[in-house]
Structures are given as C-alpha cells and as structure tokens.
C-alpha cells in the first residue's frame, strides 16, 4: 500500500498511474510547476493523460483554456482563421459554446461538434474502428486527454475545490471526490456527503449534463452519479463485485495498490473513456426536450464490462459462439442489451483467421436479431439505438422467415422479434446462409404460467392452455434442438435464473464438465448493493405465526380481532411470494 494514507496519496497514485508522474515527484526533482506547462510532452507518459493546472481552469465557462484553444489551433487552424479577424473571436467561441452546452449537453457537442458562424469546429476526435482509414487513427492521437487536482470550479467561492477533473481537448468529462480509509472516510458514506451538500451545483462545472459523470472514490469502492440535485442526489455503485457480492475483490498476495486500481488503469485510460463516450453514454429524449427533463445514462461496471468482453470474444472467435450471461433482476439489462446489439453492429474481426468472417474490413455480423417476449423492450431498443447512430432507420421487426429476409434486403441491422417467432427466425438464419447474425435472446424471467398461476386461472373459469406451460427458457432451447443449427448466427442469452439445460445449451463448460456463464452478475450483489429486495430478510416461519397466535389466547388484553386481521394479511402476503 502507499506510504501515505491520507487524501493526496490518492490522488498522486491517480496522476502517477494516468500521466506517468506528479506534481510531488516533479517538485522532488526541482522542478517548477510552470513548468510542466512549458513542456507538456515531457510529462505525458503513462496512461497519455497530460497534467493540468487549476490556474487555467475557466470557471464560468468550465473549460480548462490551455487544452482547449491548444487542440483548436494544432487541429483546426484553418477554421480557427475564419474567426480571428474579429477582435473577440475566442469570447465568441466560448460564448457559443457555453449557449450550445447549456442547451444540449456536453455529450452533444462532444459529437456533433461547435459550429461558430461560418467556422465549424470538432471538439473530440472518436476512437477509430478496425477498419477506419490511417487519417481517423491519427486524429485520435491528437485529443488532449487531460487532469487536473484541487481544481476550483466556483464563480462564487473561489476557494472552494474539486479534489481531481478528468477534461478531453479542455472539456470536463469526469469529476472526483476522493476519500481514504485510512483518515476514517468512504466514498459510500462521505463522499456521496460531500457532493450532496458542500458543492454548488448551481456553478458551471456541476450542472446537469455539463461533465458526463461524477464519482465518489476510496481505496476500496467507487459510486457514481451523472445529476448533481442536492441531498436528492441518487448514486449507483461502480463496483466490479466481491465474491458474488458488493464491493471489489481483494488483492492479490504482495499486490501493491488499492481495490479501486480498476478505475485509472483500465476505466479512464484513453481508448477506453473514448469507448464509452461514444458507446455507452447516452442522454435520453428529443433534442427540443429541456435538458433538466431528461435522464444521462452512464454504464455500471458490470454493464461495460460484460459488453466489452462479448466484443472482444467475437472478434477473436468469430461466428458460431454461444454466450450465456446471468445478470440479476435490478442489474439494468435492458441497457446492456441495447449496448450489446449496438456495439455488435460494428464488431470487426481481429484477423483474417477468425471463423465465418467474409472479410476482415467487414462488420462481422450482417445483422442482429433481438429475442424477447417483453413487448415494451422494443421500443427501448429503438429509442435507445437511434440516441446512438447517426444512420437512421436501422431497426425493424420480424416475425417470420420472410420479414426477416425482407429486413435484410431493406438494410436493417438490428431486428427485433419474440420468443414465440424464435422458430421461425431459426428457419430463416438457415436459409440464408450466406449472412452472418448476432442473436440475442432476452429470456430475463419466465412466463407467469407457474402451476400456482395456472391454478389461479382454473379457479377463476380462464381457458387455460397446455402449452402455456412451457416457459420462455423451454422455448428457446426446445427450438434450438428440433432446428439443425446453422454455423452462422452466435447466440447471446440473458437471464436472471438459467435453468441446467440453458447452462448447458449457452454456457462455458469447465473442465469437470459443470457448466457456468460467459458473464455473471449475481442475486447476491444485487441485493448487497440495493437493486433488489432480500424476500427472506423479514421471512418469519408458520411457526413463530403459531406461537404468536398461540400467545393471544393467553392474554386477555391482547386485541384479538385486530391480531386475527393482521395474520390473516401476513399469511396472505405469503401465498403471493
């Protein structure tokens, strides 16, 4: 573990590990601070972020300057030029852009870049794909990745600081609170404190969908909010999990650094925060919506995570994969599956031996087929899908053979369709055998036809059908096995409960021949981080109800009747569980 245990320990672990030094170490040495700015390159290793410092921090625009204008004039001179005649041409840029920000987001601008007069400007260059042109690749490297400590944010308080900014080409992407165990405060308790009630969320760099995300971090957990409101502030926790539970796993014997190492050696680098601006993060609503209405998406661990490692999965082992991922009730699957069959548009292969590729410049996948039998997961998926792509009318629904060519033909990528259809669409995977398809099978619960709602429906004169009785997992792998399986579709199943044969059918066997999930996020930290309710937490046994009952005969003060009424509603609220 660091020497130090307070606070700034942290932090120059953070900076060391990001830029590959810290403003202790370059003290240390006998170096200015001014310096660093002087020769920026010199102290730009690590993860390749760049060392700010807070005295260039523009606190009514949220912008660190220096970053800014010097990525606008290394890349965009020319429109820069179209500007400079005027006196206040940099007032006028950062006036338009603080307008735009306020309006649509940083996420927008991110994206669609600032347009100023006749001057149009590109304020981050995306990570590029497999097969992006050498030109896209090159712009990637010249975005300003930078961060900058004890930063003052506020107009109004001056003094008021910010323990660590995270900015790209100037653009605050991500804040942080930092705490350590060892001074006796967490982020889950004093750091989640410390944004709800001692910053102003009314300043710039704080407000709604300004910055993308905000943490709270220790040497042990990390949370994360994207809405600043005060003590209504609502945290997520961005956790990797701890034996099937909350928290982040030990280290290893002789490891040297902290549980949340995760966080800057593989979250914040440069590809990966990218990746996730572009992939994951997603501001939902209609661009005329007010921003304060809608809601910023950004992934959990286990969302990213699970996502990323499908992606790398199929680019190394091609087409023909199964994939099953456990993830509980509370974990926010449809969100993952709609960044699954987004990214999965765009998978590209890693080399010309990966199976059932056409072509290594080529998307591996021609198209990808959403199973559910959630009818409003549709819409999700839609409305979720075009937040993201810039290509419009790429979805579509299919519920038979020839819908799903018919979709093919009209240039659809992902395609949605139900359980109930699933055989039909097998069908249609085999016959068009030249394509290649992503299936991704949302069997998240089964259908309420338990025998104890079946009986429900008897007892009230239903017609009951017997085939209602096979549940939505049965389905899926009872069409699999009547259909020859073609090699050109993998299949993706996501489920809360999988049952042995869908462990079997989807799962990664080991080699004591058991079965167990590509990705797994459990019951267990479900419940442990707050998602979903403990049913055994207040379970209280028909004895004790016994004993209780038998107690009120023997007491003649007891209010008989009132206790009859509350047993009577107890036993009642255990028939429905």
């Known amino acids: ?132 042109s050498q030109q896209v690749k090159d712009n990637f490297t010249q975005n300003r990745f930078s961060e900058t400590r004890q930063l003052r944010y506020s107009i109004d308080s001056p003094r008021e600081e910010i323990d660590m900014v995270l900015f790209i080409n100037g653009l605050p992407i991500v804040t942080m609170e930092l705490k350590n165990a060892w001074t006796g405060q967490n982020a889950r308790v004093h750091g989640q404190h410390q944004y709800k009630t001692k910053r102003d969320t009314k300043q710039p760099l704080l407000q709604f969908a300004r910055c993308v995300v905000h943490f709270a971090v220790d040497t042990d957990e990390a949370y994360m909010t994207t809405k600043l409101n005060g003590k209504n502030t609502f945290f997520l926790p961005f956790n990797k999990g701890n034996k099937h539970g909350k928290g982040n796993p030990e280290l290893e014997k002789g490891e040297v650094g902290h549980r949340t190492n995760y966080l800057w050696n593989e979250v914040f680098t440069r590809e990966s925060l990218a990746n996730i601006i572009q992939h994951f993060v997603r501001l939902d609503g209609k661009k005329k919506d007010p921003i304060q209405t809608k809601t910023l998406f950004f992934p959990r661990y286990h969302q990213m995570d699970v996502v990323r490692k499908i992606i790398e999965d199929a680019s190394k082992k091609g087409v023909g994969q199964t994939y099953l991922i456990q993830h509980s009730a509370g974990s926010g699957k449809s969100n993952s599956i709609t960044w699954a069959a987004y990214q999965l548009i765009e998978t590209y292969p890693e080399n010309n031996s990966v199976p059932g590729i056409t072509d290594v410049e080529r998307p591996l996948f021609d198209s990808v087929i959403v199973v559910t039998d959630r009818r409003l ?3 999700q998926i839609r409305d979720n899908i075009a937040d993201f792509s810039e290509v419009k009318n790429i979805i579509a629904p299919a519920y038979s053979s020839k819908e799903l060519r018919d979709s093919l033909e009209q240039g659809k990528k992902i395609i949605i369709t139900t359980i109930q259809k699933f055989p039909f669409i097998i069908d249609g995977i085999a016959d068009l055998s030249d394509k290649r398809f992503a299936v991704i099978i949302d069997e998240a619960h089964s259908s309420q036809s338990g025998s104890a709602h079946d009986n429900m429906n008897r007892a009230m004169g239903q017609q009951f059908n017997q085939d209602d009785e096979v549940d939505a997992q049965d389905k899926i792998v009872q069409a699999m096995q009547s259909r020859k399986m073609r090699g050109n579709a993998s299949y993706l199943a996501f489920t809360a409960t999988p049952k042995p044969i869908t462990l079997e059918k989807f799962g990664v066997q080991q080699d004591d021949g058991s079965f167990k999930p590509f990705h797994l996020y459990s019951m267990k930290q479900a419940i442990e981080e707050g998602f979903i309710l403990d049913v055994l937490a207040n379970y209280t046994t028909l004895k004790s109800y016994y004993e209780i009952e038998k107690s009120i005969e023997d007491n003649p003060l007891f209010d008989s009747a009132k206790a009859q009424k509350n047993y009577v509603l107890m036993l009642n609220n255990i028939n429905r569980l």
């Not at 310096?35 to 912008?63: D, H, L, M, W």
Request: with cysteine; charged share 30%; net charge negative.
């Open 1 to 132: 573990m660091q020497s130090k245990t307070n606070e700034q320990a942290l932090e120059a672990a953070i900076e060391r590990t990001l830029t590959g030094t810290c403003i202790e170490d370059i003290k240390k040495d006998g170096v200015s601070v001014d310096a660093v700015n002087e020769n920026t390159e010199v102290y730009r290793t690590g993860k390749g972020y760049y060392i700010g410092q807070p005295s260039n921090f523009n606190a009514q625009f949220a912008i660190d300057e220096q970053f800014f204008w010097d990525f606008l004039e290394s890349t965009q001179k020319e429109e820069l030029e179209k500007l400079q005649k005027q006196s206040d041409w940099k007032l006028k840029i950062l006036n338009r852009y603080d307008r735009l920000v306020k309006k649509y987001g940083i996420l927008y601008l991110l994206k669609k870049g600032l347009q100023v007069d006749d001057a149009h400007f590109t304020l981050f260059y995306q990570n590029p794909l497999a097969s992006s």
């Open 377 to 379: 997961l549709d819409k």
